[in-house]
């Protein structure tokens, strides 16, 4: 058996990448490069403990969890997401784009007509923005 053989055996059954562990890398490579300018213990100290995070995550095999795991991640970072995909799309100044809070559903709406009722069209869900 060869060695690609051997390394895909491996991985078979593993979780895997997600967006938490995009974040974590991310997030990883910005101490790495703090650490470059700053040289302090505390932030490589914190850098090694996000790479062991990151590494138990990508070769998990409790689907379950790491998925609940991600789900939690994507809720709690849910506001944030939608204003920069707002602020990415508001230099178009004839539509704003909204997201459904029920189905995640993209709704575009006229820009600067202030407090309006959107009604979302895939899953017919109202909710209140300001366009």
Not at 10 to 39: H, P, Q, T
Not at 58 to 65: G, H, T, V, W
Request: charge should be positive.
């Amino acid at each position: 058996m060869n060695f690609k053989h051997k390394i895909n055996n491996f991985f078979r059954g593993r979780y895997g990448y997600d967006e938490l562990n995009r974040f974590l890398i991310i997030f990883y490579a910005i101490l790495v490069i703090l650490n470059l300018i700053l040289r302090a213990y505390v932030i490589n100290i914190i850098g090694f403990a996000i790479l062991i995070i990151l590494l138990f995550r990508i070769l998990s095999k409790n689907y379950e969890k790491r998925r609940a795991e991600n789900k939690k991640f994507m809720e709690i970072t849910a506001p944030f997401r939608v204003w920069i995909f707002n602020m990415r799309n508001s230099s178009k100044s004839e539509y704003k784009l909204f997201i459904c809070p029920k189905c995640r559903q993209k709704v575009r709406v006229p820009n600067g007509k202030g407090k309006i009722q959107i009604t979302c069209p895939k899953c017919r869900n109202e909710f209140v923005k300001r366009s």
